[in-house]
């Protein structure tokens, strides 16, 4: 994360400076790349702790539930 808002940080001061957008769209990328990348290892912690525990537990519907309210909102 700290990697990403260092990225974020630089598409702020690469527009403050009017750079090429070419260079901010670079830049953005690395932002949305590292986003999804923190995001991705944050999804396979979940599934292997939180939902591994909730399907023990019996709430798989719930666990289920919730995973896809993720997955869809990212598909959008």
């Keep these: ?3 990403t808002k260092g990225h974020l940080e630089k598409v702020i001061r690469m527009i403050e400076s009017h750079e090429y957008c ?3 769209l670079h830049q953005i990328q690395a932002v949305e790349e590292g986003l999804k990348g923190t995001g991705n290892l944050i999804l396979e912690n979940h599934l292997k702790t939180c939902v ?3 399907i023990k537990e019996g709430k798989n ?3 289920i539930a ?3 309210e993720v997955v869809n909102k990212s598909n959008r």
Excluded: F, Q
Aim: charged share 40%; hydrophobic share 60%; net charge negative.
């Design 66 to 68: 919730e995973i896809m």
């Design 61 to 63: 519907e719930k666990a």
């Design 22 to 24: 070419i260079d901010v």
């Design 52 to 54: 591994a525990e909730a």
């Design 1 to 3: 994360m700290k990697i």
